[in-house]
């Protein structure tokens, strides 16, 4: 944690049917820890009317059925959760993260930028992958598609921007980079971020009684594996 | 027991056919998109007139219209956008309950009002729901028949017919609100104007906009006067509301709807009223849009009226 305080924070209205809470505008785990904490705090009360509770990289947006809902009611709830994960007693999340492995089989047909990333990094491919493997990332939040988990910080040589072009298709497990950010697309889908592994697990999977892998605030590390081990856990999982 | 279940065949799937209910909700911080119908009031209207509760599944119609072929007696009832209807060669209308019997077709003809229509059945759609919806989300391919838009040959059956059938007695009313050829709507300020000159604000609220051909249920891509956004802005992605007025670096205008992604991260300089969004959904690609600001309180009351509550 940083030690920036007082934790400021501002709750406005987004249209008639969201509530917006946003804390200071800044990629920064604790800035999202206090995020985190707030959307499951507050998915744990049971307010009439509220439909989804959303928490992004630096705000929460309660969404509500604006026919039910007591805005005044969650505005009350927001800004008491607000203020008391604001307290500077309160660390972070207040409890351990989730931490996740990821098994990744890094290069060839299932990372086809890994030389692209090498060569904005001027390193080896195997230095790549050594620094994207060697840190733990925050879960910061999910979006763009079911079980998609936006995740960092990645080192700042090997932190390649977007393609240029996207991919029509990028295959399901494709491990990426984009910046400072790293993610695993859960399923079959456009993107243009640089590939730079895949990984056998599924991140979305309805068949599973949970069918996500990772919430905003887990913990993931990646685990280099070869194609022999790829296949296993493949097989292994249907 | 499986000849007993009231069941029809899509004969002809029309230009895009989809199950819709209320919506996915509960799941967008893991991602996952609300969809649901467009017109939210016309949908519940449809189920309404059927005795369905408001979560039924019913269809989405849009533009032009399917054939279907009961194959047991039906109560059913189409809202929403006005088609010419024929159950056989009898002329039948919108906003009313029809008997269909078995064997015989409902073919939808010409559309003379609106975008999208909702055939509701007694007893709801059954198709299996997905994390609580039957809604179908075509980009991730979640819910509806397979995640998919309906096809020639699909057959989908209905529940139990549990409800009471209600009269409408407002059905002429809801065909004179349907929108022909634009609408205006009310919008909230979103949570980026204040990054944007009140003279940028001004433009936006008077001039008058075009959907775009290769708008869809994810979003409305407008074209009109550039809204051009503070230099050198970055923000951060957030969570995002049905109807946020987006900004594109490029000035362009986007308009979130039923598909949107869970979170976005386009400055929004507003946002349309709940009672506004099903008026949205009436809207197809060419039509005009003009904003027109409001406050809370107003769009508060124009939930009264709205068919939403």
Redesign the interface.
Known sequence: MTGVAPWEWEL???????L?L?FE???DPGVNARCVAV?EKL?GQRIRGV???????????V?FD??LADVDEISTMLRRLAAETAAPADRGDGRARREIRLPVCYGGARGPDLADVARFARCSEAEVVERHRSVPYRVY????????A?MGAVDPRIAAPRRTVPRVHVPAGSVGIAARQTGVYP?V?PGGWQLIGQTPVRLFD?ARPD??LL??GDVVRFDPIDEASYARVETGRS | MSSAQPGLEIEDAGLLTTVQDTGR????????S?SGAMDMAAHRRANRLVGNPPEAATLEITLVGPTLRFETAMRVAVAGAVFELRLDANEVSTETVLHAHPGQRLAFGRRTAGARAYLAAAGGFTVAP??GSRSTHL????GGLEGLALRAGDRLTAGPALGVPRREPAAARWRRCLPLGGARVRV?P??HAGLFEPVVLRRLETARYTIRPESDRMGYRLDGPPIPGPEGLS??????????VQILPSGGVIVAMADR???GGYP?VA????ADISVLGQLAPGDWIEFERCD?RT??EA?TGSG??
Do not use: C, I, K, N
């Not at chain 1, 406005?12 to 969201?18: I, L, M, Q």
């Not at chain 1, 439909?51 to 947006?61: H, K, L, N, Q, S």
């Not at chain 1, 939040?141 to 998609?148: N, S, T």
């Open positions: 406005s209205r987004d249209g008639d049917s969201a917006l946003a505008s800044r990629l959307a998915r439909r989804d509770v959303v928490e992004a990289f630096a705000t929460v947006t969404h604006p026919v939040m999910l979006g763009f598609q079911p079980g998609f936006y399923v889908s309805m069918p996500f919430s905003a | 909700w509960g799941y967008q911080h893991y991602g996952v609300v997905v994390l980009r991730s391919g979640m909230l979103g949570p923000l951060l992605s957030l969570g995002l509301p049905v109807g946020a992604q869970t979170a929004r946002t349309v009223a709940t809370q769009a508060r939930l939403l509550a």
